[in-house]
């Protein structure tokens, strides 16, 4: 049985201990002092090609490059080369199927992409694909603004794309996008743009794009992100904002299924277009244009559907492709507090002060720990001696819990993890377990 740990957290009661560096590297080279995550990280030099690029947490920071452009052409090559080009036929390393895992973390600064390939330097969004979490690591995600955007599309077997739109992706949409993660950052897309304008194939005159097209299914959440430049019309009328569904289909937008996002802001409206099963709390939008079924809000700011039936065009949110009524949202009227999921923070070398690495635990006193309180695990077979020893680790009150790197797991035993620690997954991890009980991980 295979249990995927989707950037989960465990939240628990107590403290907790780490050995030291040279303890863990003598035991086992899969388990790690908090104090050697630095040196896990991988440069986006090391991401040569899609048939070349290693599994791994990639960490791009303004601060390593002279110039900001250079550090924006550094994430759009990493970006476009772990998630496959705009061509939906194409895809990246990661597939479905993939035994990849990847982390792209972003630090402060603002990555204004442009496409090196191109003649017309127009900004340029890159694709996120499977088993693949995005998060800025500023301390606010203001700091990390991210232009013209990052996008999600449908999944295509055959594709023209942009030079006969609507109908040139044949496929059911976006229903298999899923295992991908956004969040911690700015996705400044108010120079976001059709790569060819449909009506002047030369693309000379690049259209201005209304819409950034974000295709999700199940687990694909979307945390703490701010949707920015895309908010009243577009010269036909056409309200801007974020879809969540692709156009690039021959029907609407292709079907898509399940989401959750939390404490984000859209500058315009959030379409659902073909969307059923979406979560969405603790946000702020102009607009909620609502998809077919189950979708659900809790305590967010922003028009939904009122009580009763709205035909105004202005203001009903129901599926915007439907008849009639369409189908209303499910309104939480006492909402419960969602606890935020922990994540990272770095904070960049200024004059004598060395750069660090943090860990925000997401509870309601804003705890945050230093990395070096955690034990940090890499890929690999984990024999029951190292559970053992993990689990022995991570009992100690000077232990914050576990980091668990992208990739593949095989546990000969199962991880206890008291109910006062934290289980930081970064890049979607596989745990696959192997125990007798057939469990991965328990808590008490």
């Not at 102009?286 to 979708?295: Q, Y």
């Amino acid at each position: 049985m295979k249990i995927k740990l989707v950037n989960k957290a465990l939240f628990a009661a107590g403290l907790l201990t780490v050995l030291g560096a040279s303890a863990f590297a003598a035991a086992n080279p899969i388990i790690h002092s908090g104090s050697d995550f630095e040196s896990l990280l991988k440069s986006p030099s090391s991401c040569t090609s899609a048939g070349a690029c290693p599994s791994g947490a990639y960490f791009v920071d303004q601060s390593d490059y002279s110039d900001p452009a250079q550090a924006a052409a550094a994430l759009y090559k990493l970006g476009t080369t772990i998630g496959g080009s705009q061509d939906g036929t194409v895809a990246g390393p990661a597939t479905q199927w993939s035994k990849d895992r990847y982390a792209i973390l972003i630090g402060s600064g603002t990555y204004d992409m442009v496409n090196p390939t191109t003649t017309t330097a127009y900004p340029q969004p890159f694709k996120i694909g499977y088993y693949t979490e995005i998060t800025g690591v500023a301390s606010n995600r203001e700091d990390v603004v991210v232009a013209p955007g990052i996008n999600s599309l449908n999944d295509c077997n055959e594709s023209l794309p942009w030079t006969s739109l609507p109908s040139t992706c044949k496929t059911v949409g976006g229903l298999n996008n899923f295992w991908r993660s956004l969040g911690n950052l700015t996705i400044d897309s108010s120079q976001l743009l059709l790569p060819e304008n449909v009506a002047n194939p030369a693309g000379s005159k690049p259209n201005a794009a209304t819409s950034l097209r974000f295709a999700i299914s199940q687990a694909a959440p979307i945390r703490n992100v701010h949707f920015s430049g895309l908010s009243g019309n577009d010269s036909g009328g056409n309200a801007k904002g974020v879809l969540l569904c692709d156009w690039d289909t021959g029907s609407d937008c292709g079907y898509a299924s399940g989401g959750f996002i939390s404490d984000s802001t859209f500058s315009g409206i959030v379409g659902a277009g073909s969307q059923q099963q979406f979560y969405i709390s603790n946000s702020t939008f102009d607009k909620w244009e609502a998809g077919t079924w189950n979708m659900v809000s809790s305590n967010n700011t922003g028009t939904i559907k009122p009580v009763g039936v709205d035909t105004n065009p202005t203001t009903k949110t129901n599926n915007q492709w439907s008849s009639g009524s369409g189908f209303p949202f499910t309104t939480v009227t006492n909402p419960v507090t969602v606890p935020h999921k922990p994540r990272l923070t770095y904070t960049s070398k200024d004059g004598s002060t060395a750069a660090y690495w943090e860990v925000s635990l997401g509870d309601s006193a804003n705890t945050v720990k230093p990395i070096s309180d955690f034990t940090i695990l890499t890929p690999g077979t984990f024999s029951t001696s190292d559970i053992n020893t993990i689990n022995a680790d991570i009992k100690k009150s000077t232990s914050a819990g576990l980091i668990i790197m992208p990739g593949i797991y095989n546990l000969q035993g199962v991880l206890d993890i008291p109910a006062s620690k934290t289980v930081l997954g970064i890049g979607i991890p596989s745990l696959q377990c192997n125990s007798a009980s057939g469990a991965c991980m328990t808590t008490d």
